[in-house]
């Protein structure tokens, strides 16, 4: 009896590990997975009668402009072992196998012998995951995962899948490099990171559309692929919250701006109800935001901004982070103990500044009724260009946010009305008509909106 048979007698199982991270859910499909009897020298036994295809990599072309960066924030709190499982897959996952296996719609990846290392079922589970959240290129990846630990010889091999064939993966990312050089090639210079993050957010708001029917049929075997990653933005333009979040990743680091993904829920303050959800978090000058571009989605472009660069305690108002893989057990993670494992966060950074908050730092700021300078150059600017809408902040710092309501708009002098009075006297084509103006409040936020009308 060889060694492998041996120790699959006494001691082991092809344990297939599903952790299928959906656009609002994680998907675990546990199964107990016993190897075949066919005999191989280390390791899952391979298919001898056909050759793995060699995937190229990506071959972006970024910007002249920025200098792209690699973020790596999972790989970096990595174990030793795990951080050495992660580098072969990095390299190996993309070799993938001309067929499914049978029984299966899935197309196996090259595995990888870690030596002097024996992997558990978390450690294989949270080094895929940290492998797909610094990696958002390597998107034909499932979470199916074959593993097998030899512990008398000391070492573990595992084998990832791919959702699509080698054939279907080069189309694919031939048509999402086409898609991503063209946004670089269209990317203006001289942009700080900030504008830069701003510029991404926007791009994919336009580009792209919520797919609703993909995130309604998410745990089934009808659900879009496509909608979970970065092709269904860049190349079909429609997607769910992970394909939106993953393609904010992808394009910023490629300005050079650090953005990572972020899981956990997202709550109905109507009703209370919570989904699974990701969005990101981008540094900025050496602070974590956050920043929910799904969310953000929205059909009226006053309220693109809603979750764009919140903090932490802004932000809890409807987002509840997924707990730090460093806080859970290895029966959490692996899903032994509720039946399917937890949504968690390997990378978490702190988001606490609020300097670049939208509405913060782009807003006019109302502090003082009786000047309302700022809000007045805003309206004067606003007018030029003959925009539609108007957002202020009401500093908090200095009104309370109910009675600036009341006094711009509801009791004499009716401010607002008197800084239109005043703008209007600036402009001489056309003038802001001020008995059809409509707002719309913000408390959360602080800020409100006027929709603005010319005659």
């Not at 199916?144 to 595992?158: K, R, S």
């Not at 490629?254 to 990572?260: A, E, R, S």
């Not at 707002?439 to 909106?449: A, P």
Request: aromatic share 12%; with cysteine; net charge negative.
């Amino acid at each position: 009896m060889t060694r492998f048979v041996r120790l699959t007698a006494l001691l082991l199982a092809l344990l297939m590990l599903a952790c299928v991270l959906s656009s609002c859910d994680w998907i675990d499909r546990i199964k107990l997975h016993l190897s075949s009897s066919r005999e191989t020298t280390r390791g899952i036994p391979e298919d001898d009668d056909k050759e793995y295809i060699d995937l190229s990599k990506a071959a972006f072309t970024y910007s002249p402009y920025y200098t792209p960066i690699r973020s790596r924030h999972s790989y970096q709190l990595l174990s030793d072992g795990q951080k050495a499982l992660y580098d072969e897959l990095y390299h190996h996952v993309r070799e993938v196998y001309p067929e499914t296996d049978d029984g299966e719609k899935l197309y196996k990846t090259k595995q990888v012998i870690i030596d002097e290392h024996l992997l558990s079922s978390a450690d294989i589970r949270v080094t895929a995951k940290a492998l797909y959240d610094d990696n958002p290129e390597l998107f034909w990846l499932s979470g199916t995962i074959y593993q097998l630990t030899d512990e008398e010889a000391g070492y573990t091999a595992v084998q990832m899948r791919s959702v699509f064939s080698p054939d279907d993966i080069t189309s694919m990312q031939n048509t999402l490099t086409a898609e991503v050089n063209r946004f670089y090639a269209d990317v203006p210079e001289g942009m700080n990171a900030y504008q830069c993050e701003k510029y991404v957010h926007d791009f994919i708001c336009k580009k792209c559309d919520y797919d609703s029917e993909a995130a309604e049929l998410h745990d089934t075997a009808d659900r879009d692929a496509n909608a979970y990653i970065i092709y269904g933005v860049m190349a079909e333009n429609n997607a769910v919250c992970e394909g939106y979040a993953r393609t904010m990743q992808l394009l910023l680091t490629g300005l050079g701006v650090d953005c990572v993904g972020i899981m956990g829920d997202g709550i109905d303050t109507s009703t209370g109800d919570t989904e699974l959800h990701m969005w990101n978090a981008v540094e900025l000058d050496g602070d974590w935001y956050y920043v929910d571009a799904t969310w953000d989605d929205q059909l009226y472009t006053y309220r693109r901004y809603q979750y764009f660069n919140m903090d932490e305690k802004t932000m809890s108002k409807d987002h509840t982070l997924s707990p730090l893989m460093s806080e859970l057990t290895e029966d959490q993670i692996n899903g032994e103990e509720t039946k399917s494992s937890v949504s968690m966060n390997i990378f978490l950074p702190e988001c606490t500044a609020t300097r670049y908050q939208y509405f913060i730092f782009e807003c006019p700021h109302l502090e003082s009724f009786d000047d309302g300078g700022d809000v007045k150059d805003s309206l004067y600017r606003a007018a030029l260009d003959r925009e539609e809408y108007l957002t202020v902040y009401i500093d908090p710092k200095h009104l309370d946010y109910d009675d600036a309501i009341d006094q711009l708009f509801k009791e004499e002098p009716q401010y607002f009305f008197s800084y239109v009075h005043d703008v209007n006297g600036w402009l001489s084509e056309y003038e802001i008509d001020n008995s059809n103006l409509t707002y719309f409040n913000n408390e959360e936020r602080s800020v409100v909106t006027v929709m603005l009308s010319y005659y």
